[in-house]
């Protein structure tokens, strides 16, 4: 056996194996594989700030992490945007110490130099006395983020002065993840983020935006309560107890249609067609997708866009619900994730009706949602297990539809339709080896393009 040299190209491709469906666990707990990640990943990609409904006014700031970097996305006083790094050019104390707000100027707390909206070095406490006038301050202003735009009001930025542009970045798959909350309405962003930690690596949490085998086992309590569908098929896969008796977990009624979107970069969408969502969802609830198919978000999605009802995630980090919310996977450490939530509302629906979103939103996910608690567990115990000297041997599986997975080109969309299957996670870790491998842009686009099966 062979072992190769860490941090080597053959020993990164000798942790993710698409062809048998295995993955080294120690990509969730290594953290020289980590800082990897925050280089070639988190340090390259088109990472998601904010909405530009949080910093509506003059001087408004958002912070906003991007990899182990802290950025402020501020309003400028001709209303354009700008984004800089929270780090004083002096001695690099932070230049603001809150999350959001209004300001003038940002004044580091250690010795006073003060920095305009734009960034400029505009103070300098003893400039004349201390450095006879001989500073030149023009020279150290906040560092600005290498690009920044927006798209329909989502602000994304990269270190990454090569990169391509951000519509290339999203292609059509992450704009139909974008479009499927952008479209919706007359959206805006409510007051504050929801943010806790979590003892997991990140890429379970994104893994887990795919994954539809779980529901039926680790949500049972939301299917006792009514929060998500009953599941209405027992399947015991085999098991039985010692008396004979049938040892089973139930099915959901989605579980065999689903639809898959495979996108450039890492992107990909997967979950339950709209067709099976809607034989499913009480009446009641029918308008949480039904919206998609009124004449605007449809020519914004697509005769193929607009059939997709599971999770929206664009690489590495930012999943998109049904229900109006972004959440950000925020890693910290090889072991550590920060998770955000972003909830949205649409200003034109009636008090009532956003106050009933607020709590679904609520109480589905964040620290206090009913699912994420449950989900929250299993990936704390899953990173655990991957630290053990015995257990970190034993590979991940990701073997479901495995060579199954044709994909089919139409509209822009490259889409699978199966049965609940683990293609978009696949897809992910695929993905994921080509990012952290450092290649150029042009080698990752020309890695992460779906051909015709996975």
């Not at 008796?245 to 099915?251: I, N, Y």
């Not at 909830?343 to 009706?353: A, I, L, V, Y």
């Not at 993905?431 to 842009?441: E, I, N, P, R």
Request: proline share 6%; glycine share 10%.
């Amino acid at each position: 056996m062979t072992i190769e040299a860490p941090g080597t190209t053959a020993y990164l491709d000798s942790l993710v194996n698409v062809a048998t469906g295995e993955l080294d666990r120690r990509i969730f707990s290594d953290e020289e594989i980590f800082e990897l990640e925050m280089q070639h990943i988190f340090g390259r990609a088109w990472l998601f700030l904010c909405h530009e409904t949080q910093i509506p006014k003059k001087g408004d700031f958002f912070e906003a992490p991007m990899g182990k970097d802290n950025v402020l996305v501020v309003r400028q006083r001709d209303r354009s945007i700008k984004a800089l790094l929270n780090t004083c050019t002096h001695r690099g104390n932070a230049v603001c110490r809150a999350e959001e707000g209004n300001v003038r100027n940002f004044m580091c707390t250690y010795h006073g130099w003060t920095f305009g909206l734009d960034g400029e070095l505009v103070g300098v406490p003893g400039m004349s006395d201390f450095y006879r006038d001989e500073l030149d301050r023009t020279k150290h202003p906040l560092r600005k983020v290498a690009q920044l735009d927006n798209y329909k009001g989502f602000i994304f930025a990269t270190m990454d002065p090569q990169a391509p542009p951000l519509l290339e970045f999203l292609g059509r798959t992450g704009r139909i993840a974008i479009d499927l909350l952008a479209e919706r309405g007359d959206i805006e962003a409510r007051p504050g983020v929801q943010k806790f930690t979590l003892n997991c690596n990140w890429k379970f949490t994104a893994d887990n935006a795919f994954d539809y085998y779980h529901p039926q086992i680790t949500h049972i309590s939301a299917q006792a309560v009514g929060m998500i569908p009953s599941a209405d098929v027992n399947d015991t896969g085999g098991a039985k107890t010692d008396e004979g008796k049938a040892l089973g977990v139930q099915r959901l009624p989605t579980d065999l249609d689903t639809l898959v979107a495979l996108g450039e970069y890492g992107h990909a969408i997967s979950g339950p067609s709209l067709d099976s969502m809607l034989r499913t969802l009480p009446p009641e609830m029918h308008e949480l997708v039904t919206w998609r198919q009124n004449p605007g978000p449809l020519a914004a999605l697509g005769p193929v866009g607009s059939r997709f009802a599971g999770h929206p995630h664009l690489f590495p980090t930012a999943w998109f619900t049904m229900d109006a919310q972004i959440s950000l996977r925020v890693p910290r450490s090889a072991g550590v994730t920060e998770v955000w939530w972003f909830s949205f509302k649409d200003r034109n629906e009636s008090p009532e009706e956003q106050k009933a979103q607020l709590g679904r939103q609520i109480h589905s996910f964040g620290p206090a949602g009913f699912l994420e608690q449950e989900d929250g567990e299993n990936w704390s115990q899953s990173t655990a297990q991957t630290r053990g000297g015995a257990s970190r041997d034993i590979p991940q599986l990701l073997k479901m539809g495995l060579g199954r997975g044709k994909i089919i080109h139409e509209d822009g969309v490259a889409r699978i339709e199966a049965p609940v299957n683990e293609h978009a996670q696949l897809w992910t870790y695929l993905s994921w080896l080509a990012w952290v491998k450092g290649t150029s842009w042009d080698e990752l686009r020309s890695a992460t393009t779906p051909g015709d099966y996975i």
